[in-house]
Every structure is written in C-alpha cells, then in structure tokens.
C-alpha cells in the first residue's frame, strides 16, 4: 500500500508537503508489516525508522513557527508530542507481542495524523502561506 503523492492532503508548503509523504509513507509501511503478521524482530525497526523520520519532521514544521512567529506554535508542538506518545505505546505492545491492539492503536495512530494534516498543518501551510512561504 504506497501513498501517491496525489492522495495526502496539501498545505501548499513544498517542504513539508514532501516530508509528510515520507512520513505517510513510512506509517504505511508500519501497517502493512503488523497486518502481514511481519516478524517481531522487524517491527521495532520500523517503527524506529518512522519515529526517527517523525523526530526529523517535527522539528522543521517547530523551526518554520518559531521563524515566522506563529501565534499557535505551542499548541501545535503539544500535538507533535501526542504523536510521538502513541508511537511509544505502539513500540511498547509489539515489545510484549501484543500485535493485534497495536495495530488497532496504529490505525487510531494514522486518523490522528490524517486529521493532524488536514487541520493543524493546514492552518500552519495557510499562515506560511500569507507570509510568503510555499
């Protein structure tokens, strides 16, 4: 299940546009390997990769608000931080083999960055947008 660049949502903003097709990308392939019943030895592997590509990508959307002294930066990074909560939890029950309620946290996991795009980043890709950002 490979993302086109067409299906995740655009903020009008080229950087963040391309990393958060990484980053989807790299969920999706976390999904695939738990509903493959892929090996426990690979899965903490990749969900190391998709937190190290998240811990990548936070920062530059924090470093672009703080720049541009975004009025919601604070908020916003709450939010980054209750990502990468819910990746910790997912890593915590693939370590005890508790597969099946990690994928099922996983899919909470990748609604909550769907929605995560779609609402805070969008509002972010507008407001870089008006300062000439894109």
């Not at 703080?66 to 931080?81: K, Q, V």
């Not at 910790?88 to 996991?109: C, D, F, N, P, Y």
Request: net charge negative; with cysteine.
């Amino acid at each position: 299940m490979v993302s086109t660049r067409s299906s995740i949502p655009s903020i009008n903003v080229h950087v963040l546009d391309d990393q958060h097709a990484v980053l989807i990308e790299n969920i999706e392939r976390l999904e695939q390997a738990i509903s493959n019943g892929q090996g426990a030895a690979d899965l903490p592997q990749i969900i190391r990769e998709v937190a190290d590509y998240a811990a990548y990508h936070c920062p530059t959307e924090e470093r672009l608000m703080a720049s541009y002294d975004y009025p919601l930066r604070d908020l916003h990074a709450m939010e980054h931080r209750k990502f990468f909560d819910r990746l910790g939890e997912i890593e915590r029950m693939v370590k005890e083999g508790h597969a099946t309620a990690a994928a099922q946290t996983l899919s909470r996991l990748r609604g909550w960055l769907d929605r995560h795009i779609m609402d805070w980043d969008a509002r972010l890709g507008e407001f870089l947008n008006r300062c000439g950002v894109d």
